[in-house]
Structure formats: C-alpha cells, structure tokens
C-alpha cells in the first residue's frame, strides 16, 4: 500500500510528460520544417533572379548586334564584302556558353552561320548542336537537350532603318538573329555556395519536358512547376523531400531547389533526445519526493483505519495518538470525538427500543379495530405500498373482482384490476406521487374502468386517501360498483341524443327545402331568359338571322335546354330523397303522351337519321298517372336511346300490360349495348360508364337515377336488358292507378270580357320582363311590364288588364300578396291571373293559388310556349290586341 502512491504517481507524471514532450517535438519540427520551406522558397527565388538577369543579359547583347547597320545591311543585300562584316559583328556574340550564332532572313532561309567549338575534354566526345531547322520564337524558348547537354535557343528581330512604328508591319521585319547557347554558371562553385551544399538544383520548362541541374540531364519535379510556391514530397526511393518553385519571368524556365526532410528536422531530434534526460531525472527526483511523503502519511491513516475496525467490533473506548499538528493530527483528535460521540449514541438507542416497544404493542390494538372496520365494509378496500403491491384486500373486494385476498396480495395491483390501456398511466402517477407527494387524484372521487379476474370490465367510483406512516408512503381507496348507475345514465345520454339528432335532422331539412327553393328561382330564373330570347331570335322574330348565326342559336337552345334539365333533374332528386316529392295523377291517354315525347325529341333524331317507332297496346291506353312524371320518364329513356345510337340506327317506344295491375314501357335501341359487367353501374347518381362517352354526349349521369327515383316512387320498378353490339331495352313498370288526388274547390276560370286591354305583367327580374315583352309584342298583345308589385297594383287600378302574368317571388310584396290585393282593387276582381314561375309548388302553395289563379306555367318547363299556349287558352280571339300600344 505504501508504494503503490508513489508508483501511481511516477505513472501520473510519465503520463504528463510523456505527451508534452511529444507536443514539444512536433512544434519545433513543424517550426524547421517551415523554414526549411522558407530556405528552399528564398533559393529558388536567388538562383531565378540569378538566370533571369543573365539571360536578359544576352538577349540585349543580342538585340544590339541584331540592330547593327552591318548586319542589317547584310541581310538585305548579301555580299561577300558583307559577310565578313556581319560574321565579325555575330562572332562578338560567342561568349560564355554561346555554341552557335545564326543569320536568318525574313523568307526563312539562314543567310549565315558562326559555330563556337566546345572546350575539349580527354577522353569525353565534344557535344555537337545541331543547326535550326527554322527561325524559332522570338526572345527565349524551351530548353533542348543534344546528348547530355541542355541548350536553348534565343533570337531576335532584325528591322530595316528606321524601326517600324508598329510590330504589325511585317514588311519592315527583315529577318533574325538567333544565338544557341548552353545553360551555365560563373563562377562554377557559385550556386552550391548560393544555396547551401546540401541542395538539390533544377532548371528546366515550365511546360515539362527537359530538365538539368546544370551538369546532366535530370528528371523533371513530380511536383507543378508552373506556379510557385514550397511543396513536400515522398521521392521514389522513399525519402521525404522539401522543395520550391521558381518561375524565371519572361521565360518558360523554373527553378526547383531542394532539400532532404531528413537533414531539415536533424535538430528536432536532437531535441528531443535531450528532453527525454531531462524528463527521466524529473520523474525519478519526483518519484523519491512522493514515496517519502507518502509513508508519513500513510502510517498514522493505518492507525485510524485499526482504530475504527475496533469501534465497530464494539469497542467503543479505543483511542489513537492525536499530538500531531498537521492535517493527521486534527483527523485523530475528530476520531476521538467521534468515538465518544459513537459510545453516547448506543446508550440512547438502547433506551429507545424499549419505548418502541410499548409503541408496537399499541399499534397492535389500533390494527386490530381497524381490520375488524375493513372486513365488515360494503365498500371495496384495497391499500397498495410504494412499489404498487397490494397490501389490502377486503371480503367487498374479493366479491366485486373474483379475486381471494390471498392470491393478489404482494402482487402488483395494476396487473390485477387496471385495464392493460391503463395500467401506463397508473404506474407513472404512483412514481410521480412517491417521487413528489403530489397527486391530482388524493382525497377526490373519480369514476374509472376496472377489470375483473375474468378480464370483463366494470365502472367504479373511486376514492383514493394517502396513508402517512414513518415508512414509505401507501394509498388506500374505496371503491364502489356503478354498473347500474351507469346503465342507468346512459339510457338518459342516448334519449338525449337522439332528440339533439332529431333536431339537427329537422334544422337540416329546413335549409335543405330552402337551398332548393332559392337555387330553383337564382339559377332557372335567368336561364329561362336565355332559352326565351334565344328561341325568338332563332325563329326570326326580332330580324332575319343568318345559317351560321342559326347554327350557333341552336347550341345556345341546346345547351341551355341541357342545363336547364340538369337542374331540374338535380332538384327531382333531392325532391325525392327528401320524400317532398308530389304526385298529381290524372286519366291519361298513354298514345297521345308518347307522340308528344317523341315530337319533342323528333329534331334530335332527325340530327341522327333515326327512326323512331312507338307501340301502345289499347289494353293500357288510358290510365290514371301523374301525366309530367310519365312524360319525365319516357322523355330520359328516350333521349338516352337517342343519344347512343349511331345514325341510322332504330328506336321503338312499347307500352304493354304488366301483371294485373301494372302496365310496361320499354325503349328498345339498337345502340352499342352495354356489358354485363358495367349494369350495375347504370341507374346510380352521377355514374357514367366512361368519360369519353360523357364528353361526347354532353351527360351527368342524374337522367337515369331520377327516372329510377321516379318510378320507385310510384311503386314501381325499372329494368335493363342489353347485348353488347346489339342494344339496349331500358324498362319502367308502373302501376295502371295511382290515388288522385281530392278535388280542390276551383273557382270557374275567369276569361276576360273582349276589348282592347293590355297584358300587365310583373317580374322582378330584368331579362324576364324584356323577353315577355318581346314575345307578346310578336303575337299581337300589348304588354305592360313592371319590376315590383306596387307600381303594378298602381297601372292596374288606371287600366284594368286582360290578363295579369305575376311571378311569385318578388322582394317586398310577394305574388301571393299582390294577387291579393289585386282582388280588392276596382277591376281587379275579375281578372285572370296566371302565375309564372321557376319555383316547383308544393301542395299548399297550390291550394293557396286554386281560388285566386287562373293558371300555373313553370317557367322551366316549356318556357315561352306553355305560356303562349295557356294564353291562348285564358284569351279568345276578340280579346287581342292589335299590334302596338302604350304603356300605362
């Protein structure tokens, strides 16, 4: 024990140092090898000044003999006596490592040609130089290499007298004088002494290709030498290297200097091999110190630690040596307190024990009133501890959840009686209670599900107390069956909630009969304006019309009669679901009803080149139907067959007996037919059996869903049979008697005395009155119009009317009002009023109108001509006004 201290510490320290030496290292190799860098990178730059202004040197030298007048005059006109000059003046040239001096004209041919011999050597073969081909670059050029030896070419212009004042005048240029030399140095010894012994030295192009250290060709840098800058690099034998490049300005030359790594970061080796002397007789001078230090310390601590293994063994008056007047002393003299300390403490406890004795003894009493209260409770009581575990279980509870006290337990009580949805959130509100001693549920009533032994489940009331004790903390509840109660309150919640659904219903239907009301009057209303002006113009009453405009007249009627279906057909339907849907039937001639369908499709069929056949047996000729839901459903069946059968195809329209009481129509095409396959799709709303047959036929899918609507309204049925390739047949059975209807009391109609009387009209809409304008102009009437009921009641009284036409909704007096007043006005009495309008009436509106009313035209449901045809009706021919007229 006593060396382990100091062992562990000489660990420490070695561990301290360890890495700062290694971190010291580093940096001063970092630090060499950036200098190293710098070195290389200041060599570089020396040794390409050093080329730099030599070469610039020679080219001045070489530009003064280019501009000689012997030379020049040489090259322009070549003589014997000019040779010899221009050979003196090129010979001037031949200096340092200059090996040949040329004359080149400016049409490309050399006019001269001065070689220098190379210093000969024993034993070496002197370098020859092959003479330029052709007149190189001018100023310097790449480095070449003949042998073992590097040369480059440099040349000069050579221009007539006086120099050209642009370098474009090529004809001034007379030729040029081109020098190859050698690369070399002078002194030879200079550059080693330049940059140090130790480097490495290259010259050679920028573009790549040959390379000399001034001495031998050698291998390019695998570093790029275009631009400049220090690189570090691992060379083909293995050794790292650090080099610079150098660009030699106005030349495609580079320097390359460098040095082995090795020899740059020899001094950071040294250092740290002297940092690790150092470092050893630290950690060993520090290693003594601490073992010295330790065993002063670690002796008395062995004392205390024997002392305190007595006390515990109940030796209470031990004692240990306590003078020191270091930490170690006051650690003794606090050992000796606390074993005095420890002596008094065993005195008091051993009183304590007796009290509690007598404590226990009286809790046993408290326990035994306070089973005998849980065992005879109704209520069930369960107690749970700390961790969750039941500790309570009364007979109540072991009647309500089928489990025996002795089985549950020391069970976990979420596993038992909690549901498995809940047992989560029971478990985290336990922790959060034991954890804090705070819970949202302690002393409240709460209503929860519980689980039997069985897994079924039942509601309960529970209330959950806190049990505080000196233990950990138990909650006790008191929990209560509310199976019935709770049968009981949801008979009420389900009353409850069935008349809040009935009233929705109610509210729903109400805003539904109002939408449909609304919408019947906003969108019909000026819709029928359309197909009223449309129809005048393409008749020709207003103006001659032309084919085209015609034509498109047509689409306009045609699409607007196809809206104006769709609509009605959208209301039908809700009419129907709704159950609003009325019945008016009458004795009906079934013949005569099937020729008007088929002269109301006759121009859509004759589009078509169809041919269309009808078939009434006499048995079913005459029946009692509502005549307008008869003509609605002949009118879909029949128009469908039409539209989906190619031209010249064949439609037929049977009407037979069907069962006793029942009579058949059948429209029968020879149309594609439809596959087996998509029947069943037919007769729903808003279902197609393609779009591209929707697109084409301009339909919704609703005409065959109302017809079906329709027919079972009745009490009857539909039916479809169909042959792809072949047809279809499209069925509707109807019963041959329908309930009428009671007679209403009708009063006599009231046809107006004859004269010369106009025809008051009142509509609130604008394009309504103009069209009833314009079409009663045409057939001979004088209308007067008007946009409210007042200004109608005032033209009224002034001119009794032949025939009032009235809409029924208008803002502020309505048309049933102004009929009402019409009758009180002087004249008003016996005027025939006849009621146009969009809004389908229903059976009291109806009868509000029998006493008062003429007549009733829809305005969707002919338009123009029921109301044409039942003024007709209302008006004999005496009554008729002639063309013209004044308002009123």
């Given at each position: 024990?006593?060396?382990?201290?100091?062992?562990?510490?000489?660990?420490?320290?070695v561990?301290?140092?360890?890495?700062?030496?290694?971190?010291?290292?580093?940096?001063?190799?970092?630090?060499?090898?950036?200098?190293?860098?710098?070195?290389?990178?200041?060599?570089?730059?020396?040794?390409?000044?050093?080329?730099?202004?030599?070469?610039?040197?020679?080219?001045?030298?070489?530009?003064?003999?280019?501009?000689?007048?012997?030379?020049?005059?040489?090259?322009?006109?070549p003589?014997?006596?000019?040779?010899?000059?221009?050979?003196?003046?090129?010979a001037?040239?031949?200096?340092?490592?200059?090996?040949?001096?040329?004359?080149?004209?400016?049409?490309?041919?050399?006019?001269?040609?001065?070689s220098?011999?190379?210093?000969?050597?024993?034993?070496?073969?002197?370098?020859?130089?092959?003479?330029?081909?052709?007149?190189?670059?001018?100023?310097?050029?790449?480095?070449?290499?003949?042998?073992?030896?590097?040369?480059?070419d440099?040349?000069?212009?050579?221009?007539?007298?006086?120099?050209?004042?642009?370098?474009?005048?090529?004809?001034?240029?007379?030729?040029?004088?081109?020098?190859?030399?050698?690369?070399?140095v002078?002194?030879?010894?200079?550059?080693?002494?330049?940059?140090?012994?130790?480097?490495?030295?290259?010259?050679?192009?920028?573009?790549?290709?040959?390379?000399?250290?001034?001495s031998?060709?050698?291998?390019?840098?695998?570093?790029?030498?275009?631009?400049?800058?220090?690189?570090?690099?691992r060379?083909?034998?293995?050794?790292?290297?650090?080099?610079?490049?150098?660009?030699?300005?106005?030349?495609?030359w580079?320097?390359?200097?460098?040095?082995?790594r090795?020899?740059?970061?020899?001094?950071?080796?040294?250092?740290?091999?002297?940092?690790?002397?150092?470092?050893?007789?630290?950690?060993?001078?520090?290693?003594l110190?601490?073992?010295?230090?330790?065993?002063?310390?670690?002796?008395?601590?062995?004392?205390?630690?024997?002392?305190?293994?007595?006390?515990?063994?109940?030796?209470?008056?031990?004692?240990?040596?306590?003078?020191?007047?270091?930490?170690?002393?006051?650690?003794?003299?606090?050992?000796?307190?606390?074993?005095?300390?420890?002596?008094?403490?065993?005195?008091?406890?051993?009183?304590?024990?007796?009290e509690?004795?007598?404590?226990?003894?009286?809790?046993?009493?408290?326990?035994?009133?306070?089973?005998?209260?849980?065992?005879?409770?109704?209520?069930c009581?369960?107690?749970?501890?700390?961790?969750?575990r039941?500790?309570?279980?009364?007979?109540?509870?072991?009647?309500?959840?089928?489990?025996r006290?002795?089985?549950?337990?020391?069970?976990?009580?979420?596993?038992?009686?909690?549901?498995?949805?809940?047992?989560?959130?029971?478990?985290?509100?336990?922790a959060?209670?034991i954890?804090?001693?705070?819970?949202?549920?302690?002393?409240?009533?709460?209503?929860?599900?519980?689980?039997?032994?069985?897994?079924?489940?039942?509601?309960?009331?529970?209330?959950?107390?806190?049990?505080?004790?000196?233990?950990?903390?138990?909650?006790?509840?008191?929990?209560?069956?509310?199976?019935?109660?709770?049968?009981?309150?949801?008979?009420r919640?389900?009353?409850?909630?069935?008349?809040?659904?009935?009233?929705?219903?109610?509210?729903?239907?109400?805003?539904?009969?109002?939408?449909?009301?609304?919408?019947?009057?906003?969108?019909?209303?000026?819709?029928?304006?359309?197909?009223?002006?449309?129809?005048?113009?393409?008749?020709?009453?207003?103006?001659?019309v032309?084919?085209?405009?015609?034509?498109?007249?047509?689409?306009?009627?045609?699409?607007?009669?196809?809206?104006?279906?769709?609509?009605?057909?959208?209301?039908?339907?809700?009419?129907?679901?709704s159950?609003?849907?009325?019945?008016?039937?009458?004795?009906?001639?079934?013949?005569?009803?099937?020729?008007?369908?088929?002269?109301?499709?006759?121009?859509?069929?004759?589009?078509?080149?169809?041919?269309?056949?009808?078939?009434?047996?006499?048995?079913?000729?005459?029946?009692?139907?509502?005549?307008?839901?008869?003509?609605?459903?002949?009118?879909?069946?029949?128009?469908?067959?039409?539209?989906?059968?190619?031209?010249?195809?064949?439609?037929?329209?049977?009407?037979?007996?069907?069962?006793?009481?029942?009579?058949?129509?059948?429209?029968?095409?020879?149309?594609?037919?439809?596959?087996?396959?998509?029947?069943?799709?037919?007769?729903?709303?808003?279902q197609?059996?393609?779009?591209?047959?929707?697109?084409?036929?301009?339909?919704?899918?609703?005409?065959?869903?109302?017809?079906r609507?329709?027919?079972?309204?009745?009490?009857?049925?539909?039916?479809?049979?169909?042959?792809?390739?072949?047809?279809?047949?499209?069925?509707?059975?109807?019963?041959?008697?329908?309930?009428?209807?009671?007679?209403?009391?009708?009063?006599?109609?009231?046809?107006?005395?004859?004269?010369?009387?106009?025809?008051?009209?009142?509509?609130?809409?604008?394009?309504?009155?103009?069209?009833?304008?314009?079409?009663l102009?045409?057939?001979?009437?004088?209308?007067?119009?008007?946009?409210?009921?007042?200004?109608?009641?005032?033209?009224?009284?002034?001119h009794?009317?032949?025939?009032?036409?009235?809409?029924?909704?208008?803002?502020?007096?309505?048309?049933?009002?102004?009929?009402?007043?019409?009758?009180?006005?002087?004249?008003?009495?016996?005027?025939?009023?006849?009621?146009?309008?969009?809004?389908?009436?229903?059976?009291?509106?109806?009868?509000?109108?029998?006493?008062?009313?003429?007549?009733?035209?829809?305005?969707?449901?002919?338009?123009?001509?029921?109301?044409?045809?039942?003024?007709?009706?209302?008006?004999?021919?005496?009554?008729?006004?002639?063309?013209?007229?004044?308002?009123?």
């Amino acid at each position: 024990m006593r060396l382990r201290l100091p062992l562990l510490i000489s660990a420490l320290l070695v561990a301290v140092v360890a890495p700062f030496l290694w971190a010291a290292y580093r940096q001063v190799e970092a630090t060499l090898v950036r200098a190293g860098g710098e070195r290389a990178r200041g060599a570089a730059d020396q040794v390409a000044n050093l080329v730099e202004r030599s070469s610039r040197a020679g080219l001045e030298g070489l530009r003064r003999v280019a501009a000689d007048p012997d030379v020049r005059r040489y090259v322009q006109n070549p003589t014997d006596a000019g040779r010899d000059a221009a050979r003196a003046r090129m010979a001037s040239l031949a200096q340092g490592g200059v090996r040949r001096v040329e004359l080149w004209s400016a049409a490309g041919s050399r006019l001269l040609d001065v070689s220098v011999p190379e210093a000969t050597v024993p034993g070496v073969a002197p370098v020859v130089f092959p003479p330029s081909t052709r007149p190189p670059a001018v100023g310097f050029n790449a480095l070449q290499a003949a042998g073992n030896a590097v040369f480059t070419d440099t040349a000069a212009e050579i221009w007539a007298e006086p120099p050209p004042a642009s370098q474009a005048a090529a004809s001034a240029r007379l030729g040029h004088l081109v020098v190859r030399s050698t690369l070399s140095v002078n002194p030879p010894g200079a550059l080693g002494r330049l940059v140090g012994g130790d480097a490495v030295i290259a010259i050679g192009n920028t573009a790549g290709g040959t390379w000399t250290d001034l001495s031998r060709i050698v291998t390019a840098p695998a570093v790029d030498v275009t631009r400049n800058g220090v690189t570090e690099y691992r060379a083909a034998d293995g050794e790292r290297r650090l080099g610079a490049v150098s660009t030699i300005r106005g030349t495609p030359w580079a320097v390359w200097v460098e040095f082995p790594r090795s020899i740059i970061v020899s001094p950071a080796r040294a250092f740290l091999r002297r940092m690790i002397v150092v470092a050893v007789i630290f950690v060993a001078v520090g290693s003594l110190l601490v073992a010295n230090v330790s065993i002063r310390i670690t002796k008395p601590i062995h004392e205390l630690a024997q002392a305190a293994d007595e006390i515990a063994a109940g030796d209470y008056s031990r004692r240990v040596n306590a003078l020191r007047r270091d930490e170690i002393g006051r650690l003794g003299r606090a050992f000796n307190a606390m074993a005095a300390d420890v002596k008094d403490t065993h005195q008091q406890l051993e009183a304590r024990v007796l009290e509690r004795t007598h404590a226990i003894e009286a809790l046993r009493a408290s326990e035994a009133l306070y089973r005998t209260i849980v065992e005879v409770a109704l209520d069930c009581i369960i107690t749970i501890d700390a961790t969750g575990r039941v500790v309570e279980f009364n007979p109540a509870a072991e009647k309500t959840f089928g489990y025996r006290k002795g089985d549950v337990v020391g069970r976990e009580l979420a596993e038992l009686i909690v549901p498995p949805a809940h047992r989560d959130a029971h478990r985290k509100g336990l922790a959060r209670y034991i954890g804090t001693g705070e819970s949202s549920l302690i002393g409240q009533r709460i209503e929860m599900i519980a689980m039997r032994s069985d897994g079924t489940q039942l509601p309960v009331e529970l209330a959950l107390s806190a049990v505080r004790s000196e233990g950990p903390p138990m909650v006790t509840g008191v929990a209560r069956d509310i199976t019935e109660r709770r049968r009981l309150e949801d008979v009420r919640l389900k009353i409850q909630a069935m008349e809040e659904q009935n009233h929705r219903m109610l509210e729903a239907s109400r805003l539904k009969n109002e939408f449909l009301a609304n919408m019947s009057h906003e969108l019909r209303t000026p819709l029928n304006a359309i197909i009223g002006f449309a129809e005048l113009m393409h008749r020709g009453r207003v103006g001659p019309v032309s084919a085209k405009h015609a034509e498109y007249l047509g689409d306009i009627l045609t699409s607007s009669k196809h809206l104006l279906q769709l609509i009605n057909d959208v209301l039908d339907l809700a009419k129907v679901e709704s159950g609003r849907m009325e019945f008016r039937p009458e004795p009906v001639d079934l013949a005569k009803l099937v020729n008007e369908v088929r002269d109301m499709l006759r121009g859509l069929a004759a589009s078509q080149s169809l041919r269309v056949e009808t078939e009434v047996d006499p048995d079913v000729s005459a029946v009692v139907v509502d005549p307008a839901r008869v003509r609605q459903i002949l009118y879909n069946y029949l128009s469908n067959a039409i539209k989906f059968t190619p031209a010249g195809g064949r439609v037929r329209v049977r009407i037979t007996p069907e069962e006793p009481d029942m009579f058949r129509i059948d429209v029968e095409d020879t149309g594609v037919g439809i596959p087996a396959g998509d029947l069943g799709k037919l007769f729903v709303e808003f279902q197609q059996l393609d779009a591209g047959t929707a697109k084409e036929h301009q339909g919704t899918g609703l005409g065959l869903a109302v017809t079906r609507r329709l027919v079972e309204a009745q009490a009857g049925r539909v039916a479809v049979q169909s042959m792809p390739g072949k047809g279809s047949t499209f069925s509707a059975i109807l019963p041959r008697r329908m309930t009428m209807a009671p007679a209403d009391d009708v009063s006599p109609v009231i046809r107006p005395s004859p004269g010369n009387r106009p025809i008051l009209v009142v509509d609130d809409d604008p394009s309504t009155l103009k069209l009833a304008d314009l079409a009663l102009r045409e057939l001979g009437h004088r209308p007067v119009c008007k946009d409210n009921a007042v200004d109608a009641l005032l033209a009224a009284e002034a001119h009794p009317p032949a025939v009032v036409i009235v809409d029924l909704f208008m803002p502020h007096v309505d048309g049933f009002e102004f009929i009402s007043r019409l009758r009180a006005c002087p004249g008003g009495r016996d005027v025939p009023v006849l009621v146009w309008t969009v809004k389908d009436l229903d059976a009291a509106e109806r009868r509000r109108l029998q006493a008062s009313a003429a007549a009733i035209v829809s305005k969707s449901a002919g338009g123009l001509q029921a109301l044409v045809k039942e003024l007709g009706r209302l008006l004999p021919a005496a009554s008729l006004a002639p063309k013209g007229g004044d308002d009123l």
